[in-house]
């Protein structure tokens, strides 16, 4: 897959720009996180087990699933399009990786899809803000494109937005 040279331009941007030693560690803690939807699936489940109101209770379940089940794809898309991370010699990645495929951003993916499934029972500026600080935490770092990113806030929500009540 070829990557227009905007996508190359504003990575690059992104990994030069506000790159204090304290502020990568800062982000990488912070993006850690959003491993594997960690925190997003410890929400919902914080919000299941504590939410006294069954349709509250239930709005939480269903995000839960709409969460896997938007990581589950995401690793579904990311075999078949098989895109590379990106790689600089002379800016390293600032974070570990769990594969080497990074379109689309497992970050950005789940963290749109919590955001959205979540929305209707916490407030969704707040989890809009945290998804979207987790998703740019990924260029930050130089383990994904903008693109990779881009698209996987677009699948997130697809996600959430078709999966039924």
Not at 93 to 120: D, E, G, I, K, N
Request: aromatic content about 8%; proline content about 7%; charged content about 15%.
């Amino acid at each position: 897959m070829t990557l227009p040279d905007s996508d190359q331009r504003l990575l690059l941007l992104m990994r030069t720009r506000a790159h204090d030693p304290r502020a990568e560690r800062a982000v990488a803690v912070f993006s850690r996180a959003g491993e594997h939807a960690g925190c997003w699936l410890a929400l919902g489940a914080a919000g299941a087990l504590s939410s006294r109101e069954p349709g509250a209770r239930r709005a939480w379940r269903r995000g839960l699933r709409v969460v896997a089940a938007s990581y589950v794809l995401n690793y579904l898309v990311k075999v078949t399009v098989r895109r590379t991370r990106p790689e600089f010699p002379e800016l390293p990645q600032l974070t570990p990786v769990v594969s080497q495929f990074s379109f689309p951003s497992a970050h950005a993916t789940t963290s749109f899809a919590a955001a959205q499934a979540y929305r209707h029972v916490a407030p969704g500026s707040a989890l809009y803000a945290v998804a979207g600080l987790l998703a740019a935490s990924r260029p930050y770092l130089g383990v994904h494109y903008p693109s990779d990113v881009i698209a996987g806030a677009a699948l997130g929500t697809l996600v959430a937005v078709a999966w039924p009540r």
